[in-house]
Nanobody, 122 residues
Framework: QLMESGGGLAQPGGSLKLSCEAS????????MGWIRQAPGKRLEWVSM????????YLADVVHGRFTVSRDNAKSTLYLGMDSLEPGDTAMYYC?????????????????RGQGTQVTVSS
């Protein structure tokens, strides 16, 4: 099970930190990532982190503003979001998948949480 939290309303230029608590599986054996979907738009990958947290990936649209991290001892994934823009408004989901850490595998994964809404507006 994956459960996201930390979403909410933020002003442009503001910050939020999302968390994703995992349970029921070997968290440290899975590549983890964040995806988002805005109303009327397709699913978009945001970030990924490999099993031991040593390698991270960020989509170009969030590079330099977002950071992804994980705490395997707590089975928790994080997404730090700074310099938020209205275009970041979306439902954010965390996802887990075994195998090669790639955006294709992240988007294909059916192992996702229920999502947490992020709204960036003044």
């Amino acid at each position: 099970q994956l459960m996201e939290s930390g979403g909410g309303l933020a002003q442009p230029g503001g910050s939020l930190k999302l968390s994703c608590e995992a349970s029921g599986f070997k968290f440290s054996h899975y590549c983890m990532g964040w995806i988002r979907q805005a109303p009327g738009k397709r699913l978009e990958w945001v970030s990924m982190i490999n099993e031991d947290g040593g390698t991270t990936y960020l989509a170009d649209v969030v590079h330099g503003r977002f950071t992804v991290s994980r705490d395997n001892a707590k089975s928790t994934l994080y997404l730090g979001m700074d310099s938020l823009e209205p275009g970041d408004t979306a439902m954010y989901y965390c996802a887990a998948f075994a195998g090669y850490c790639s955006s294709e595998n992240l988007l294909k994964s059916n192992f996702r949480g229920q999502g947490t809404q992020v709204t960036v507006s003044s």
